[in-house]
């Protein structure tokens, strides 16, 4: 009796800061918390308002486990730390991109390493360093993690041409960053004016013949 | 004669060596303990006994389609702060979908002006739609509620079949919510609810 006392309390502390939440709409925060709470009443965590404290150790318990053995769950789970990782390199990497800085791209990298969005930035921010050499090393990586990607499944031809819409877009962000410098004028980035004119003619490739070298192989 | 005196022979004297190797050998043996302990999982998880690491299962980049598809369904409704990301899984033929409900980024709610959950089950019957329709080969669907300072309030995990059976009407919401994945322990730390947590910890 005095346990499920306890609880209701508990509840109600936990429903209140739930609410008091205050960015969200009290009904957002309500369908959040009542979500939460049939949750725990369908896993008998909750029973007739009664908190069950076997039931709860076991889930806690069996949590831990599926944390030590990866789970399929648990891994899902702790997905959203890896999303936590892709912001934070993502952020960084468009400050590399603001600053043409090959150095910050190093950090966001050393987040992400397989990922080829960033591989992308690195090779374009190369191509205004003028360092063709490691851009092409870049822009490499960057394929050859979409090959990997690819080995799960997916449209070559549609992930492809996203790779170079995103290489497009971005090597003519650099452009306008690089001859908005001082001292500097339009024209003069001519590194990134040449690479963005291939990219173009691999995408005109695509959207009009439906095929690429890069799918082809 | 023998000598019946009871004179017993005098006992060994224990040195500081002895001592100093039973020390040792425990030493060791917690040492070898603890190295087993920590090396174990990773171990295991290498030999394929365990599940790989979500930093490795989630390692490639996110799919710009797949999540521009997913992301579509949240931006047709014109509810911000939403950002959907779909990460191929390692050795899998199929990806993972997070979807990041953010209130440092303008979230606030999927139906702020509907206190029901319509919406909810609008957009996930949008999403299945948009997974059968474009092969998007979601296998779960993760959901962080992130507050106002950008940090989770509420994480949950739900498998794409159960999600499309509520979808489709075949389970019902109680049926879907029991078959939903809770960290309990970490969903309590989260809400700060120190009280709750003391009595579920062991």
Sequence with gaps: MKRTKKFTGILVVFLLSLFLLSACSDDEWDLIAE????????????????????????TVVN???????????SIQLDGLDVIRDIEQADAIADQAMDDLDPDQMVSALSIRPSDWRLHEKDGVIWVANDNLSAATSAFRRSDDLLRESLESGGDCLS????????????????????????????????????????V?????????????????? | MTDLSDESPPKKKRTGRTC??????????????ISLL?????????LGIFGMAASEVYELAPDPYASGQMSQAFEERNIPGVSVYVIPQKSKATQGAFIILDASKGYTGLSPLEGSDAVFVEILQDLVQRNRAENLRISHVTVDYRDENGDTVLAFTAQQEDVEAYADGVITQDEFFKVVHFDLLDTMRRLGVDEFLEEVQP
Excluded: M
Aim: hydrophobic share 35%; charged share 25%.
């Design chain 1, 35 to 58: 979500f939460f709470v049939v949750w725990a009443e369908q896993n008998s965590i909750v029973i007739d308002g009664a908190f069950q404290t076997d039931q709860a150790i076991n």
């Design chain 1, 63 to 73: 949590d831990k486990i599926s944390d030590v053995t990866n789970s399929e769950k």
């Design chain 1, 159 to 198: 992930l492809r041409r996203n790779q170079l819409e995103a290489r497009s877009r971005e090597l003519w962000e650099a452009t306008l960053v690089y001859e908005s410098q001082p001292g500097r004028s339009q024209g003069d980035a001519k590194s990134l004016r040449q690479v963005h004119g291939k």
């Design chain 1, 200 to 217: 173009g003619r691999e995408l005109n490739e695509i959207n009009t013949y439906k095929t690429t070298p890069f799918c082809d192989s």
């Design chain 2, 20 to 33: 100093l190797g039973c020390l040792v050998i425990i030493l060791l043996s917690v040492c070898c303990l």
């Design chain 2, 38 to 46: 920590l090396l174990a999982p990773s171990l295991l998880s290498k």
